[in-house]
């Protein structure tokens, strides 16, 4: 069964209309999309890809260990040239981590046959579109 680690924003469930195609969850946590397979609850994917390994690891970690202090608060930098188009993400020059510059994704709709999934981030009002792979990842399509 999934292990939900974040307060859940927007939950979708997605029927998929071609044959042999499982249903998949969609859910909103925080600024990430993650996808599980509707019968067994294993996760799939997370959206953002380039961000879910850091926190992937910080969220291991804090399993693992419930009485270290909370983490560290993580700081905004908006510099013009940081920033990509596409890819939403503001990088330090020093750092090779990067954080999405919107906190939360509120709405969470899919298409009725079940091959688009769209998402609204909250602080930067982004729609943003997605198509679902029959193994169950987002790839963004285009955001406006």
Known sequence: ????????????IVKRQS?????????SAGPYLYTYAAESGQRLATWPQNVETSHGA???????SEDQAPPEKKIKL???????????????????????????????????DGK???ALTAE???????ILSEDGKLKELSSR
């Open 78 to 112: 908006s510099s013009p040239e940081s920033k990509t188009e596409g890819k939403n993400a503001v990088t330090s020059s020093n750092s090779t981590k990067t954080f999405p510059t919107w906190s939360n994704i509120p709405i969470v709709l899919a298409t009725s």
């Open 1 to 12: 069964m999934a292990c939900f680690q974040h307060p859940i924003q927007s939950l979708r």
């Open 116 to 118: 688009h999934v769209v």
């Open 58 to 64: 910080a969220s291991a970690s804090t399993a693992t």
């Open 19 to 27: 044959q042999g195609l499982a249903n998949v969850l969609v859910a």
């Open 124 to 130: 930067d009002k982004c729609i943003r579109v997605f």
